[in-house]
């Protein structure tokens, strides 16, 4: 299969469903599991483990983008979609969305 440089919209539809899917799964899914399990095995050492195991289950929107939809650039913008998303649900590392506001850091 050849990559095309091409968009259609069918692919657009995709690329922006697999984020949003990828995204709910992500805060609501792999978040929870993630934090029930990365505690269950903190007296054991085995958190490191633990990182590099759902970091795979992070990084799944981009191979799904590429599989369905070859075109250039599919697998970033499906993966950076579903970040969006997980931010916007209000992910672990904070919720950025009411206006951006804070995102220096500080509330001057």
Known sequence: ?????HWHIQQIILIT????????????G???LYNVVRVAVAPTGLSP????FFAGLWFIAAPLSMYFVPA???GTIGETL???VEMFLGSQVGRVYP??????????
């Open 72 to 74: 250039i650039g599919s």
């Open 30 to 32: 792999v978040n929870s």
């Open 82 to 84: 579903a970040a969006i």
């Open 49 to 52: 483990y633990v990182d590099n």
């Open 17 to 28: 469903l697999i984020g949003i899917v990828c995204g709910v799964i992500y805060q609501y």
């Open 99 to 108: 206006g951006l506001r804070g995102c220096s850091g500080s509330r001057k």
């Open 1 to 5: 299969m050849t990559r095309s440089s």
